[in-house]
Every structure is written in C-alpha cells, then in structure tokens.
C-alpha cells in the first residue's frame, strides 16, 4: 500500500516539480515571486482543453504548442507590466502577480462559467501494472512528459548561451548588468520560459484532470511552497521540495484524510521554513 | 508642533462629521449596506497597515484572524448566550493571543516567505473549521434572531446602526494609529520595516516589536470578524475564512497608499463601492466580474502608482509646489 | 570607566576559520586600530561582538558582564554600538528619522528623542540634512548618518567599520577629528580601516588580524615595522627584500 502511495506521490510529484521550475526560475532571475503562476497554468488548461475540442489535438501532443503559446504570453506579460514593477517598491513586486492572478482566474470564470469541464478522448487512458503496483497511464505520461520538458529546460540553463546568461542573473545580477549581458531582453525569456513550464504541466494535466477557473490556485500554491521548501532561487530544491510535496500530499491524504491534505501542504511549509528561513537549500536576498 | 496637533485633531473631528453626515444621503438599504462594507474595510485595511504598512510584514491571510474573530464571538454568543459586545472583546483578545502564539514563529520570517507563510496560515485555519464539528463544521453556525438594539449588536430595520457602531471603531483605530505613529512604537516600527538588522543594531528589540505589530493588527481583524458576523447573522468558513477577505484588504490598503493613516480610509471609500456596484450592476457574485476588475486594479495600481493614491497625491503637490516656485523665480527674473 | 575584554573569540563557516583565537580588550578613551588584509576577519570580529553573528567559542565581557553571542538589541542596550562595512541606514525615513530611531533607546519620549538626535546630527556635521530621505543622501553623508544613529545610543564602545573608506582627504580629516573627539569625551572607540594614513595618527594602539589569527597588537609606530605585517600586506618576498 505505502509503495503504492509513495509511486502517486511521486508522479503528482513530477508535474509538480515542472510547475515549480518555471516558478523559480522567475524569481531567480527577476526576484518576483509569480502569484499568478497557478492561473497560468489553469489558462494553458483551458487553451489544451480548446485545441482538443475545436481543433482535436490531443492534450498531450499538444504540449510543446501550449507550451510555445504560453511563452509568447509571458514575453507580452512581461513587456506589459512586470518589466515596468521590476524598479518598483518591494509591495509592488510582490503584489503584481497577485493582481494578475485574481484578474485570470475570475475572467475564465466570467468568460467561461465556473463549470467543471473535462477533455473527452484523450490518447492515454487505461491502467498499467508495474510489478506489485498500480499506475494511471495519464499520470504516468503527464509525469514523464513534466520530466521531459524538466530536462530540456535544464539542459537549456545549463548548456546554450541564453540559458547561461540567464543563470549569471541570478547568481548576481549587477556583475551580469556589468559583463553586458542585455538584462530586460534575458528577463522576458526567463519569464516566458517560466510559464512554458506551467503551460507545458497546465497541457499534461488537462489529459486527465478537471479544468475550472480555480484550478491552477492549488497548483500555484502548492509550487509556491514548493520553492521555498527548496530554497527561492534553486531550480534543483524546487524539483526536491515539488517531489517531497507529492508525497505528503498523497500519503498525509490517505493517513489523516484528503480533507486535510493541503492543510499538512502549508503545514510542512511553515514547519521547514521556520526550522530553516530560507528554505532547504536557499540563499540570497529575502 | 502644536499647531500641527491642532490641525490634525480638527482634521479628525472633520472627517468624524463627513462620516456621521453620509447617512443623509444614504437612504436606500444598498447605499447603508456600501457604507457599512467601506467603514469595515476601512477598519480592516489599517489594521493591516499597521503590520504591513508599518512594521513591513506583508499579510495575505488576515482572513484567518477575521474568521477566527468571527467565530469566537458567535459561538460564545451560540452556545454561551455571551452579549456580542463582550464577545467582540473575547474575539480581539483571543485573535491577538493566537497571532502572538503564531508570531513567535513566524517572526523569523522575512519577505515574501512571510507572506506564504500568512497564506498557509489562512488556508490551514480554514480547512480545520471545515472540520470541526462542535462549530458546525462546513455549514458554519446561524446567530438566533434577538430584538434589535444595541443591546443585541443587531439591527433588522436600517443598517445605519451597522455603519456607525462601524465608524466608532474606525475613529478609535484612527486615534490610536496617529498615537502609535508619532511615538518610540511608531518609529520602531518603521525601523524594522526598513532594515531589520539596522533597527536591532540600535537596541530595536525586533522580535517583540513585531510581536506587538501582529498583535495589535490581529486583534483589531477579530473584532471585525465579530462585526460581520453580526451583521449577517452567520458564520461559515467559505464565507468568514475565504481568501478574498485577505486580498480585499491587501489591496484596500496598497491602493489607497500603506505606510500611511489616511492611505487604507481612502482606498476602502474608492474600492467598496466599485465592488459592491460592479457586483449589483453586472450580476450576482459568482460570476467574477467584480474580482476581475480588482485584479485589473491591482496590476495598474503596481504599475502606475505604487505608492498608492496618497503617493500620488504627494506627487501631484510636489509638482504644483515646484511649477509655482518655478513661475515664482521666472516673475523674480523678469522684474 | 568601561572596557570591552575579548578571549579566544573564534567564528566558522563551513571549514573556513574566519575568526580564530582572537583575544584583545579595549578601554574607555582609546582607540583601537583593527587592521589586516581583504578577507581577514575584522567584520567577522564585529559581527560577532554585536550579536550579528553567534561564535562559536571565546568569551567577550562588557564592564564584566558576559555578552557573549546576545541579541543584538541587548548588546546594544548595554552600550556597544556598531556601524556596518556596507552602509546600512533606515532608507525610506528622513535623517533625523533614522537617529530619532537610535535615540529611543534611551528617550522613550519623542520629544526628547528628537532632541538627542538632533544633538547627535550636529555632532557629526548633519543637522543640514535634517529632513532629506536617507536614501537620497550621498554616500559619505550616509556614513555620517550611520555614525550619529549610533551616537544616538548613548555607547560607551563605538566600534567603525571602513567609516572612511571612499572619502575624500579633507573628509577623512574631519572624520579623524571626530573620531578623536570621541575618544577625548571617554569613549572607546574599535575602528577598522584600509586607509593607513588615516588610522595609523590617531589609533593608540593597533592590532593586525591576517586569516582570522592575530598576528600582531602594539603601537601603530611598532606595528608598520613589524616584519609579520608586512609580509601579511605585501606578501613574504617584499618582506625580504625590506629586510636586506
Ligand atoms: N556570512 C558568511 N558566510 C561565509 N563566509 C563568510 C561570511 N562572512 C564572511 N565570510 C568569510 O570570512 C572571511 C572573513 O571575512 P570578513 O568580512 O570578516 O573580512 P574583512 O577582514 O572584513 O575583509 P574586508 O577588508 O574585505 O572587509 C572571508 O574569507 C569571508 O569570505
Ligand atoms: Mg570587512
């Protein structure tokens, strides 16, 4: 049973953990703690959602599409008001998001009801066997494909020139300004780069998940705890505390009940935060 | 100095005749009910003010203090048959002692890993009234219908009892806001606010100053909560702990200026009504328009004017002051 | 009469002993030069002795009393008074603002607060600057402010951290005058500084940290040639060579 919970865990995990990335990457680079990162993920749910209605691209292969989308969304977000706070006062940094968010989500609510909608056929589907161990295939795919686009985002920051320059930002920002490296061209891809992850894990998840405006809340949330458990600024911590998080999650739903499940989420927060005020593996400025 | 005082306390008694005289034109029972909304959110947001505005620790979960003041009050009034009065003194008290017990903590924090902590915090609180099941878990607790007066904190016939007993709490938050920013309390806030390490360098012990500054905001939200309970004569959790109230009160003092006395009373006379009419106009709650165009408020208010509309304020008076200085030296040159 | 008495201070981060055995006292009316090369330790030293940082072993006794890794606040309290390498004032207030801060601490009424910080402000030459924002002061203006908040406080041990660094001569100047001061009015004062011909005339003694060991305390006329602390500064050859 416990192995059986711990491999949910693990897959919840995984999107997590994808969710996360883009989440830290942002603040990384920009020192914006992205509130609205939830609702962008709910937003790349409903363009999966109408792709497949309208268009018939499957959630799942539409992934790197959304993904693609999600960016050019950011680079205009980014353009049109985060670039602009970035100077601001601390308050304006930290509220811009949240702003973002509430307006998001209560405009899929506006525009497209508060109904429960669910994508119909969707290529993976079924259950697999994996020795004692039962596995979703939706999952299964949607936590493969998180680790996929985990691993090119990666591979990215680690191994071409933007994504080293992106990295040199966040290490330290007036050396990089000092070095020439073009800091508002670098922000709006590190923040688009940042919601192609929430676009990307916002597709896998509508294969199999109910999509409704408030949906990305709980994921943003979840990933907001996620990267502070890792440390604001650690792309690596954020992966870990996602993962950590998928399995409290699965195995505190089980054990204490699902009702409690996001209360022991923010429990574990508040308890490694306090313990450790800069998270697991944090650094930097507050 | 003392001139100063003079004008400050004329400006209080001013601003207490506007608010006694707004009823006159409020005679609809929708006008009242945006009173009573903008006195509350006055009360509200400088009670956020002065944990955020001024000892600098961001909340977005006051709702976990106005809830818990709600419920204090009315299951002691449910189940005690405790006057409201006494009980919105309990709901005070007891908020201010959970959040200093909270504090402790959450002191450590800085920054933004404050404010997810106070998320947390709101989300936690509600999902343990969920459950609980002596408050009457997810359906909350109906307040038994008494004969209005004061006497009972409930009033059937007009809502004006609502917002003046409203008003008085605001003006006494006022007076002891204009108190705290002009002394050491004050000071010391803003000091911690600015710098931590700075403040505890001069002797600012930055614990207990921010343990009082989440108190005394905390204890001020409780008794809000007890007000709202009486006024709609119900506690829930989706309703009394919904993370809404913390944003609406964020904004409510971002927007009109933190940091500030006057800053949280003008963003609540400006937002109150844009909501509530916004959500008369465009039809009932649940549709979103409302939040939406908080949102959209937020994002320009970030983006514009991060100061706040006393900020701009400010701007706009700098700038007529230099513009007239400017004609003044040209007049100079010319003669 | 008061005195600062520190015995085997000792600080870590990670393997890397910042601050290693040092042990050093310092009295009423009179100044202590704490010199030593980039990265040596002094900040350390101060961070520790103000509560900024804990130790991890030593003693430090004020006028007897153990303050060894207190809370800053308390240290504070007691008289031991710092200012920050990288200057660190309260931004967003007005000068007078940021000292009425300091002045709190022993003048819990505004009024009087605002009077010792007033007094302070003229002491260091800012009483001009009353009401500018702190953040829109230059940068030695700043550091004068810093040194009036601490002033503020009342202490019996000041201790500067780089205080000039970046100032012009004539700035450096008054800041020795001050300093000196200071010193004549009974305080006692640990300054940390780069600038040797700033330090050097008005420090009683002085005392060199190279990677966290103390290598050398006495006269500053002593201290210059002293062969450890030259080689310390200019490395082993130059030390040589001075010799032959
Ligand atoms: N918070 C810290 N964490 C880890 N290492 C630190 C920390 N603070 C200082 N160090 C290290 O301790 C050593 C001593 O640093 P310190 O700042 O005390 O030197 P310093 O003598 O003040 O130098 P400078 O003249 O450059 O100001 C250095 O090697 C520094 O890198
Ligand atoms: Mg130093």
Known sequence: MILQLATGGLLLGCIYGLVSMGLSLIYGVMGIVNFAHGAFVMLAMYASYWLSLFVGIDPVLGTPLVALLMFGFGIVV?????????RGPFLARLLVTFGLSIFFINMAQ???SPDYRMVQKSISRGIIMLGPVFIELPKLVASIGSLIVAGLIYWFLRKTKTGLAIQAISIDRSAAALMGINLERLNAIAFGLGLACAGAAGALLASYYYIFPDVGTMFGLVALVAVALGGFGSTEGALIGAILIGIIETLGGFYVGPEYKYALIFLAYVLIVIARPKGLMGWGAD | MQRDDIRNLAMLVAFAIIGLLFPIVATTRFSQHILVMVVLYAVLGEAWNIMAGYAGMVSIGQAAFFGLGAYVSSVLSVKYGVSPWLGMLCAGLATAAFATVIGLPFSRLRGRYFAIGTIALGQMIKVVFENWQWVGAATGLMIPLANQGFASFQFHASKLPYYYTGLALLLLTLAFMYIMERSKMGYYFKAIRENEDVASGLGVNRTAYKLIAIAVSAGITGMCGTFLAQYSLYVEPEYMFNHSISVTIALVAVFGGSGNIIGPVLGSAILMPISELTRAWLGSSGTGIDLMIYGAFIVLM???????LVGMARRIGASIKAQRERRGAARCQNS | MSELVVKGLTKKFGGLIAVNDVSFSVKSGE????????????????????????????????????????????????GVARTFQVVQVLQGMSALENVMVGAYLRHSRTAASRRRALEALERVGMSRFADMRAVNLTLPAKKRL?????????PQVLMLDESMA??????????SSMICELRDAGMALIVVEHVMEAIMPIADRVMVLDSGIKIAEGLPAEIVRDPRVVSAYLGDKYAKRVKC
């Open chain 1, 78 to 86: 980014y353009r049109a008001i985060i670039g602009r706070v970035l």
């Open chain 1, 110 to 112: 506006f525009l497209w």
């Open chain 2, 302 to 308: 970030c983006v514009y004017e991060p100061e706040g």
């Open chain 3, 31 to 78: 100044i202590l030069g704490l010199i030593g090369p980039n990265g040596a330790g002094k900040t350390t030293v101060f961070n520790c002795l103000t509560g900024f940082l804990k130790a991890d072993g030593g003693s430090v006794e004020f006028n007897g009393r153990s303050i060894y890794n207190c809370s800053p606040n308390a240290i504070c309290a007691l």
């Open chain 3, 146 to 154: 810093e040194v009036a908040m601490c002033l503020a406080t009342d």
């Open chain 3, 166 to 175: 970046g100032l012009t001569p004539t700035e450096i100047h008054d800041a």
